[in-house]
């Protein structure tokens, strides 16, 4: 079988569709837009203008455009008439007369907020941009055109001149006063606009006028603004003014509106929006590539810029500038019904070929007409579903991420980038997504903070390959600031994490070099586990975001992704054995350090225990705590062993199962120190007594998974695994010490049975059976993700269950009954032989991944060698300490 590591998972369908339905469903921050006009103007412009950048006699060419003929198609669609250009208009004109504002309403639904430039020509035959707030479901805003403000500016010191004779030397004074009047007023206006909370940023239209070449030369381009607007002033009266076309007034304009934003006080600094590429003919089309703009880029690097249009055609130079300045985002709109649909597909892979999706927004660039914003939303969608479920599909990336990216794209980056501060979870409800399930990480912990006072501390919390908890912390007041300010909340650590054993001893082929990203996990969020802490769980990643072969998080996580893909989903629960011993006083020559409970008649499932008020009160509030979290224990019981306990926790999936069962016992280990006791999950902690485990309950969860063809190849397939899945399930010496028969511990064979508790897997009813073999010390992730890939693995190969069920003690079967129900196999009987049947096993070892086997048996080897050292009393004590 080929190695699971480098495999592509392939997609199921429902997988598929959930990337569909988010696609459709999710509403748009429409960055950028232009006003609809005035019902009385709509006649005074071109319809043919929806699909084309061309003007005058050109616009005519449009109808044998592909771009065109797609719109007509979808317009009819849309309108139900027929599917022809003149069918089209009929339908418009009717629904301009008799429905205009529900066709408008129509034509932007599922736009949340629109971000409006005003500053087109012909503005005054266009509505203000707030009365676009009826037909959006949050207010709309306001981009400022910074080239639209500097023409004002030179219409009114123009007016106020008219008449005068500028044009004598004796008349400089005269035009010195009036670039400084303009200047002042200039930065009075932007100052204006960057404290005005309805402006939200700033646009450039430099690409049509001179040129996206800006110089840097702040000498160069200061003296000649001063010139050229001197000279606009003294002409003004002869030959008019009707917008900025010199080359060193542009640059002013763009420099001088990036040094107010970049020196405003504010630390949320409003983007300046450029045009590039795709226009009307009145650009140069060699200077409209972004590229031209990498100078600027690197002179303002707190000043956020916006790349529209996806530079088309220079659509990877705009996600190259993404990707490589923090500072610069990229837009796909307007390509947004003005290319072909191969066109659009081809600049949304391109964008994604280099670009991170956190840097691209999305615009319908609509204008004038509303028509303009039902085709842009309605191709935009057409095209995310054809590509990015091409991309689940093939494996290229998970569907998850594939969600993640159209809510970034769509909503959250444009509502963060423009500060915004629009809620999306109330927009999910709203559109028929689960609450909560796409939430960003700011969102969720927002939301878990509503019901309690703010933390000191936040913990990321991890496992590792020796089943050890560990954990970073950060103050929630540097943590809060991380998230508000958009930076990682990511965590460097060494790649040797993967290498330590308990003491922190390096395993030698592992050196303390590179780094992972440890990412917490929001959805993890749990109170505690004492007091004044929150926590988290945390998947390592690599610093490209690729998950991290040897992460037991991901592991699992790759575990349940198979399942899926082969229409199964699971309900994990698990039974928290636990001993509490006493301190024993600390005297020379005594290595003992534990010591069991000074008690009377303990026994299984006895009441008096509880008779004792300081036990009582400890077990009370375990379970009050963590019913205070969130987590409702089940049952909790005595065990047979001295000071031992059972409690059971509820069935969730597999990896909130996991995640749940760390995070309880961190916090029944918190209150037992609290109390005086000392908690340990040591599977033996004293020979004379029962072991302890914790025993995993598994059910199929989907469709059909209570059918005996479905759950029997299923446990046929962690049957025939049983032996090396041990290597993970019991990973330490003391485990075996437990193993044994006759002690309802689950035996020393791989065999099943009905209601039988000597048997490892016993079948409780239909697809709902108990894993036996499983204990404290083994990383959960690893053991949970070793049944569900051997079961899974047995589903896909119609595995048979070729073992009887087994109604008695498997050790008292005879020789005849072992043939008869095909109990062949007797588990191993050490760490040693459970890593070597690991390593026979070729099936298991290529799904969990050979990298992840071969550093995983090698620490293991490596604990042996380190614990073989010790005489078995100080192992027993070192373990009980860690455990």
């Not at 002869?238 to 020196?263: C, M, P």
């Not at 031209?292 to 529209?308: A, M, N």
């Not at 016992?665 to 004379?688: I, Q």
């Not at 899945?725 to 019991?730: E, S």
């Amino acid at each position: 079988m080929a190695s699971w590591v480098g495999m592509r998972a392939t997609a199921t369908p429902s997988q598929v569709d959930a990337v569909a339905r988010a696609i459709r469903s999710t509403p748009i921050i429409d960055h950028h837009a232009h006003p609809l006009l005035k019902s009385e103007a709509l006649s005074k412009h071109a319809l043919l203008s929806i699909t084309t950048e061309a003007s005058g006699d050109a616009i005519h060419s449009a109808t044998t455009s592909l771009p065109h003929l797609r719109a007509v198609r979808q317009l009819a669609s849309a309108l139900s008439c027929g599917f022809t250009w003149e069918s089209v208009v009929a339908a418009i004109e009717e629904k301009r007369l008799t429905c205009p504002e529900d066709w408008t309403a129509e034509c932007l639904s599922g736009i949340e907020s629109i971000l409006i430039d005003d500053g087109l020509d012909g503005q005054d035959d266009a509505n203000p941009y707030a009365w676009h707030d009826d037909y959006t479901r949050s207010r709309c805003k306001r981009i400022v055109r910074i080239e639209k403000v500097a023409a004002d500016i030179i219409h009114r010191i123009g007016n106020a001149r008219r008449g005068a004779d500028l044009t004598s030397t004796a008349s400089s004074s005269v035009l010195g006063e009036a670039w400084e009047e303009f200047e002042r007023e200039f930065k009075t206006l932007i100052v204006t606009a960057i404290d005005d909370p309805d402006v939200v940023g700033f646009k450039s239209v430099i690409c049509y006028r001179t040129g996206l070449d800006i110089s840097v030369d702040h000498v160069a381009y200061h003296f000649a603004a001063n010139k050229e607007f001197q000279d606009i002033i003294a002409q003004y009266s002869s030959s008019g003014f009707e917008r900025v076309q010199t080359k060193g007034l542009n640059d002013w304009l763009v420099h001088y509106t990036a040094q107010l934003i970049r020196d405003s006080p504010t630390g949320q600094k409003k983007p300046i929006q450029f045009h590039t590429g795709l226009g009307d003919n009145d650009l140069v089309l060699p200077k409209s590539s972004p590229s031209h703009l990498q100078d600027f880029i690197r002179t303002y690097e707190t000043v956020p810029i916006v790349l529209l249009h996806a530079g088309y055609p220079f659509t990877r130079e705009t996600g190259y500038l993404a990707s490589v300045y923090e500072n610069v985002y990229a837009d796909i709109g307007e390509v947004f019904p003005c290319v072909s649909q191969d066109g659009q597909e081809r600049i949304l892979r391109e964008t994604l070929e280099l670009c991170p999706w956190s840097k691209i927004l999305w615009s319908t660039d609509g204008h004038w007409f509303p028509e303009t914003y039902l085709l842009a939303v309605t191709q935009m969608r057409e095209v995310f579903e054809t590509v990015l479920c091409d991309y689940v599909r093939k494996g290229h990336m998970g569907w998850r991420a594939a969600i993640g990216l159209v809510r970034d794209v769509l909503f959250r980056n444009a509502n963060k980038l423009y500060h915004l501060e629009l809620e999306f979870s109330e927009l999910e409800q709203e559109t028929g997504v689960a609450p909560g399930s796409y939430l960003s990480d700011a969102e969720i912990l927002r939301a878990f903070l509503k019901s309690q006072p703010a933390p000191d501390f936040v913990r990321i919390c991890w496992n590792d390959f020796t089943a050890i908890p560990r954990m970073r912390m950060i103050p929630f007041r540097k943590f809060t600031t991380l998230l508000n300010e958009g930076r990682s909340t990511d965590i460097g650590i060494t790649k040797a994490v993967f290498g330590l054993i308990q003491n922190d001893s390096l395993l030698p082929s592992v050196f303390p070099t590179g780094e992972y990203r440890l990412h917490p996990d929001f959805s993890s969020l749990k109170k505690g586990p004492v007091e004044g802490h929150i926590s988290m769980n945390g998947e390592f990643r690599e610093q490209s975001g690729a998950r991290v072969a040897f992460c037991p998080r991901s592991t699992l996580q790759r575990a349940v992704d198979f399942g899926a893909e082969n229409g199964l989903s699971f309900l994990i629960g698990f039974e928290i054995e636990f001993v509490l011993v006493e301190r024993v006083e600390s005297k020379p020559g005594n290595t003992t350090r534990y010591s069991t409970l000074t008690t009377d008649g303990h026994a299984w499932s006895v009441s008096r225990y509880f008779a004792n008020p300081n036990i009582a009160a400890l077990l009370r509030d375990m379970v009050s705590t963590l019913e205070d979290m969130g987590i409702y224990v089940e049952q909790l019981h005595a065990e047979s062993a001295t000071g031992q306990f059972e409690l059971v926790l509820p069935a969730y999936p597999p990896v909130e199962a996991v995640d749940t069962l760390l995070h309880t016992r961190d916090v029944m280990s918190a209150l037992a120190t609290a109390a005086g006791f000392r908690l340990t999950l040591h599977p033996k902690p004293f020979a004379h007594a029962t072991g302890t485990a914790s025993h995993m309950h598994l059910s199929i969860a989907s469709a059909n998974g209570d059918k005996p063809e479905v759950y029997q190849p299923f446990y046929a397939g962690v049957l025939g695994h049983l032996r090396a899945i041990l290597a993970f399930t019991y990973a330490n010496p003391a485990s075996y010490d437990r193993m044994s028969d006759g002690t309802w511990s689950g035996g020393r064979w791989a065999t099943w049975g009905t209601q039988n508790r000597e048997a490892a897997l016993r079948k409780i009813e239909n697809s709902h059976w108990e894993l036996k073999c499983l204990d404290g010390l083994a990383n959960p992730y690893f053991a949970v993700a070793a049944v569900l890939f051997a079961g899974v693995k047995g589903l896909v190969d119609r595995e048979s269950l070729v073992w009887g069920d087994c109604e008695i003690d498997p050790a008292k079967l005879t020789e005849n009954d072992r043939k008869e129900l095909g109990v062949t196999q007797m588990l191993p009987g050490s760490v040693e032989e459970g890593l070597a049947a690991l390593k026979e096993d070729g099936e298991l070892v290529d799904l969990m991944g050979p990298e992840l086997v071969e550093r995983y048996v090698a620490i293991k080897e490596f604990e042996l060698n380190f614990l073989g050292e010790m005489g078995e009393e100080e192992r027993r004590q070192w373990l009980m300490e860690r455990y």
